[in-house]
């Protein structure tokens, strides 16, 4: 009876931590995806047509929110930022893996 109540209480543990990271992935996916919502992605990536000096009114404005925002630098922080959130997330899915016995 011990054994079973053990394990009882072993998988509502893991089912919290599982559920925890599962929000937490969520909440990183909600804000990834409003900020290209903020940067009107993929919308922002339109069609140019005729001559190369004809460049979009709204191009020319999200070129200017991107300077406002830090410009390429900003831009560069966060691509290298990727590689640290990417082995984050591995470490989390390593974590919910090993709790769920996968």
């Not at 992935?25 to 409003?34: A, G, M, T, V, Y």
């Not at 979009?56 to 999200?62: D, I, R, T, V």
Request: net charge negative; aromatic share 0%.
């Amino acid at each position: 009876m011990a054994v079973h109540q053990a394990m009882a209480a072993c998988d509502v543990r893991k089912a919290e931590m599982v559920g925890s990271r599962v929000g937490q992935l969520r909440e990183s996916s909600q804000l990834l995806n409003s900020i290209l919502a903020s940067l009107n992605l993929p919308a922002a990536l339109e069609d140019a047509q005729g001559s190369s000096d004809d460049v979009p009114q709204s191009l020319k404005e999200k070129s200017r929110a991107v300077q406002e925002s830090g410009g390429t630098a900003n831009l560069q922080r966060l691509i290298n930022e990727i590689p640290e959130l990417v082995q984050r997330n591995k470490e989390i899915l390593d974590e919910v893996s090993m709790a769920d016995g996968w």
